[in-house]
């Protein structure tokens, strides 16, 4: 086994995924420890410039240009990164805990029988024993797991668990040639869908009043809808509520919705899943109203309420100015 | 065209729960906990059965865990199913996703499997991994995040979620794998006849013999795993907790937005 660590980029119709930069400081801190040198594979095509940006962080980026990879297929990638790791031997490969992240590395680790750690907020090397940390039981319990192998492993990042790379010179692209079948393809991509936006863009606001599972009923949105109004702020929501369709889905915080950052976020019976606080917690001021005190949402906010949104939140508008 | 569906549904303690650490440190203390579906695999069963119901077919449900497993399996049939499989693999925890994920594929392969289901993930430990390993043990192509799934062709077309909005649409062919989202459908209740009839079905067990192995730890992967602890999370201890009644906490919220200049007038 090597020392080096790969890191895969991600990249959608030119833009390097900013998440991936993050990865990349990650990736030389861990390549630090395994006295090797941090990598950056980046599979496309046509998107040189993407390299060419990786390699500004100051390390190696095997670039590899294939009509093929147009579009991210979980087959294309794999076959290619499978035989990469195979050439390379390299110590780790990251990948980011993205939607594409992890549909690529638990299928890879699969093919090319590597063990496989996912959604790590941390990941340091002790010999042949790789240790990750891990958010379990809703972000309330945190786990340290250790995988011991001779094989190279594969891990998935979580976004925002590392501070992004700086610049730095040294680095290089190196092209890698692809040679892929296009009929082991089995998975082929058809096209990439928009959603269509007929609604305001939460992402403008300077306030933004989300309100979660907490409020139990479509009927108390009424509430929120009328705190986010006295505060001259938009109604946001956690995806349980655009899932049950009582706000549309360009309302929805987190990963897979918008990213907010206003200058004050107020989560009214969210819990702070992942997926949610991904989207809101770079907001200027957090509050935070929740019945559950160990809820993650109060590691995120700056000022907590643990109470029933459903009892405070009249109270609040009785205070507050019409 | 009838498809053979074998839907993976996982048994997790209510995510709204308050945990505490094993004195040992390697798992929750888990003797007054209540268990449940997983959240994303409630879609995934609901998209399994409406699948059947468009198409023909049969949908296996399928889990990996102990006994207290078969309440879920039983309101799986009740939604549906046509027949409950449980692995006996008694780990309470099952941290070891690798090796869960073997042991499902080994089962899934001694069933008909044009098409395989997931969650995109389970609430309790959120690896997102499960779907996509099977898939690769299997060798079958897959979708993650799917939201939407036509059977054309002999094949699938699915719509697959990224970030921010966004969707890839993919043809697949069978068999195949896919990982539902959350909000894919809307999971219907079960009547109260099939939960009575449910409550009598038989459920299969699959023990390590009836996969051809001599023991579960005979299915485990390349690496050797182990929890070295679990923990509570580290205390970030920077939200100002206002607390006291109902009323004091709404009249000092107030009172700070005032300050800070959010309320006007």
Not at chain 1, 193 to 206: H, K, L, N, T, Y
Not at chain 1, 246 to 251: A, E, G, S
Not at chain 1, 297 to 302: D, G, M, R, T
Not at chain 2, 152 to 168: A, H, I, P, S
Request: aromatic share 4%; hydrophobic share 45%; proline share 6%.
């Amino acid at each position: 086994m090597g020392r080096d660590v790969l890191v895969v980029a991600e990249h959608l119709e030119g833009t390097l995924a900013p998440s991936t930069i993050e990865l990349i400081a990650k990736g030389r801190d861990l390549a630090a420890q395994s006295g090797g040198s941090p990598k950056a594979v980046v599979l496309g095509h046509g998107v040189s410039t993407v390299a060419e940006s990786i390699a500004g962080y100051g390390l190696e980026v095997l670039h590899v240009d294939d009509p093929a990879f147009e579009a991210y297929t979980a087959d294309g990638y794999g076959q290619v990164l499978q035989r990469l790791i195979e050439t390379d031997a390299p110590r780790l490969v990251l990948l980011v805990h993205s939607a594409q992240g992890y549909d690529l590395a638990p299928a890879l680790a699969a093919r090319a029988n590597l063990p496989l750690a996912t959604n790590c907020t941390d990941l340091r090397l002790e010999g042949q024993a790789l240790v990750v940390t891990r958010r379990l039981f809703n972000e309330k319990v945190q786990a340290e797991f250790e995988f011991a192998s001779d094989r190279p492993c594969v891990a998935t990042v979580r976004p925002g668990s590392a501070k992004p790379a700086e610049p730095s010179a040294g680095g290089k692209v190196v092209p890698v040639a692809a040679a892929i079948d296009p009929s082991t393809v089995r998975a082929r991509f058809l096209r990439l869908e928009r959603p269509s936006v007929e609604d305001i863009d939460i992402a403008a606001a300077d306030v933004v009043v989300s309100a979660g599972r907490g409020i139990q009923k479509k009927e108390n949105l009424a509430l929120v809808e009328e705190f986010a109004k006295r505060l001259g702020g938009v109604v946001g929501a956690s995806r349980p509520l655009t899932d049950l369709e009582w706000l549309p889905k360009t309302r929805q915080v987190g990963q897979s919705g918008k990213t907010v950052r206003p200058k004050l976020y107020i989560a009214c019976g969210i819990s702070g899943a992942m997926q949610h606080v991904a989207g809101m917690k770079d907001s200027g001021l957090i509050i935070a109203i929740n019945t559950d005190p160990s809820a993650p949402i109060f590691e995120v906010a700056h000022v907590g309420i643990v109470g029933n949104v459903l009892e405070i939140l009249p109270l609040i508008l009785k205070a507050l100015p019409s | 065209m009838a498809i053979g569906i074998v839907v993976c549904l996982k048994q997790i303690p209510n995510p709204d729960l308050q945990f505490q650490v094993a004195p040992d440190g390697h798992d929750i203390k888990r003797e007054s906990l209540n268990y449940r579906i997983n959240g994303a695999d409630e879609y995934a069963l609901e998209e399994a059965v409406r699948l059947k119901e468009k198409n023909g077919g049969r949908v296996v449900a399928l889990t990996a865990g102990p006994k207290r497993a078969e309440q879920m399996l039983r309101e799986a049939l009740a939604k549906g199913a046509d027949e409950a499989v449980r692995v006996a693999y008694e780990d309470p925890a099952g941290f070891d996703v690798g090796k869960i994920a073997r042991i499902l594929a080994a089962a899934v392969k001694t069933l008909p499997h044009d098409l395989v289901l997931t969650g995109v993930q389970s609430d309790d430990v959120t690896n997102s991994a499960t779907g996509g390993l099977i898939a690769g043990i299997l060798g079958i192509p897959h979708a993650s995040v799917v939201t939407k799934v036509v059977v054309q062709g002999g094949g699938l077309e699915v719509t697959t979620e990224l970030e921010g909005g966004l969707n890839r649409v993919y043809a697949l062919s069978l068999p195949a794998l896919l990982t539902i989202q959350f909000g894919a459908n809307v999971p219907r209740y079960a009547p109260l006849p099939a939960i009575m009839k449910a409550a009598r079905a038989p459920i299969k067990e699959l023990t390590p013999a009836a996969l051809g192995v001599p023991s579960w730890d005979a299915l485990a992967g390349p690496y050797t795993f182990k929890v070295r602890r679990l923990s509570p999370p580290p205390a970030k201890g920077r939200a100002e907790m206002l607390s006291g009644k109902a009323d004091d906490q709404a009249r000092r919220l107030v009172q700070m937005l005032r300050e800070k200049g959010f309320v006007r007038a």
